[in-house]
């Protein structure tokens, strides 16, 4: 059997444990599985003569064309009971729900699958259960973009931020990370943070935050800030004329690895 759990990135970088309602062929408590009422004698199947598969031939113009299939009365399994449990009739498994506790730990992806032995559908007559796949998707975060264990985020910075450098504290998936900006950062530009990204599963090793700079300009100023502005303006010596020095966003970076 399989399964989709759904959990955001934050779930998939701390763990997460769920309980699910599963709804299975369990195998029949009346009969111990067995398919018989009191425990009564097993026979081969009459239609199938125990094989459990029925065999049928047709003529065509190539000859005698032979085709099995699973033999119906039995289900397969070969075998006729007498007297069958009237619970299950005789197969052994009835439907029922389970709640099973599933641990998704800490690193998974997308994608990714857990297995949990024997929580599948039972088994004809007594037969072995299978496993129930519990396959997992992540959500779409908000803010982080994951990269294998990488993160990607965007960091924000006011322009006297970009121009004089700062430290900024931003909140990670799994707590505070700290960002050392340097002087003369422009957008574009990327800080790698060692440690600030997704754990890597069964290990304490963990991915990077990598964030990608944007310097915000203000689209309001009060009266003291653009004077103060305009000072900082004729310190530059800025006219039309001016050349100011063209770094390359992200983007065109992209572009130019690219092609």
Same mark, same amino acid.
């Given at each position: 059997?399989?399964?989709?759990?759904?959990? @955001?990135?934050? $779930?998939?970088?701390?763990?997460?444990?769920?309980?699910?309602?599963?709804?299975?062929?369990?195998?029949?408590?009346?009969?111990?599985?067995?398919?018989?009422?009191? /425990?009564?004698?097993?026979?081969?199947? +009459?239609?199938?003569?125990?094989?459990?598969?029925?065999?049928?031939?047709?003529?065509?113009?190539?000859?005698?064309?032979?085709?099995?299939? @699973?033999?119906?009365?039995?289900?397969?399994?070969?075998?006729?009971?007498?007297?069958?449990?009237?619970?299950?009739?005789?197969?052994?498994?009835?439907?029922?729900?389970?709640?099973?506790?599933?641990?998704?730990?800490?690193?998974? !992806?997308?994608?990714?699958?857990?297995?949990?032995? $024997? #929580?599948?559908?039972?088994?004809?007559?007594?037969?072995?259960?299978?496993?129930?796949?519990?396959?997992?998707?992540?959500?779409?975060?908000?803010?982080?973009?994951?990269?294998?264990?990488?993160?990607?985020?965007?960091?924000?910075?006011? !322009?006297?931020?970009?121009?004089?450098?700062? @430290?900024?504290?931003?909140?990670?998936?799994?707590?505070?990370?700290?960002?050392?900006?340097?002087?003369?950062?422009? @957008?574009?530009?990327?800080?790698?943070?060692?440690?600030? /990204?997704? +754990?890597?599963?069964?290990?304490?090793?963990? /991915?990077?935050?990598?964030?990608?700079?944007?310097?915000?300009?203000?689209? #309001?100023?009060?009266?003291?800030?653009?004077?103060?502005? $305009?000072?900082?303006?004729? $310190?530059?010596?800025?006219?039309?004329?001016?050349?100011?020095?063209?770094?390359?966003?992200?983007?065109?970076?992209?572009?130019?690895?690219?092609?």
């Amino acid at each position: 059997m399989q399964m989709t759990v759904r959990i @955001t990135l934050e $779930e998939a970088a701390r763990g997460v444990t769920r309980q699910l309602m599963v709804d299975r062929l369990a195998p029949c408590k009346d009969c111990g599985a067995t398919g018989s009422l009191n /425990g009564s004698v097993t026979a081969a199947c +009459p239609d199938c003569q125990g094989s459990g598969q029925k065999t049928s031939y047709q003529r065509t113009f190539l000859g005698t064309m032979q085709t099995s299939v @699973t033999c119906p009365t039995c289900q397969g399994s070969g075998s006729h009971i007498a007297d069958p449990c009237p619970e299950c009739e005789g197969s052994g498994r009835v439907i029922d729900r389970e709640q099973i506790s599933v641990t998704i730990p800490p690193g998974i !992806f997308d994608g990714q699958q857990i297995r949990v032995p $024997e #929580k599948g559908e039972a088994g004809i007559r007594g037969a072995q259960c299978g496993d129930l796949l519990i396959v997992v998707a992540i959500a779409p975060d908000k803010r982080f973009i994951r990269e294998n264990s990488d993160l990607h985020v965007v960091l924000p910075l006011t !322009f006297t931020q970009a121009a004089l450098g700062a @430290t900024k504290r931003i909140e990670g998936l799994l707590g505070e990370v700290v960002v050392n900006v340097t002087a003369g950062s422009q @957008t574009g530009d990327r800080i790698r943070v060692p440690g600030g /990204g997704m +754990p890597l599963t069964n290990t304490d090793r963990k /991915g990077n935050l990598i964030c990608h700079l944007e310097v915000v300009v203000p689209r #309001k100023l009060t009266s003291k800030q653009r004077t103060l502005i $305009e000072a900082l303006s004729v $310190e530059f010596k800025d006219s039309e004329q001016s050349q100011v020095e063209h770094h390359k966003t992200g983007f065109e970076k992209m572009k130019d690895w690219i092609g």
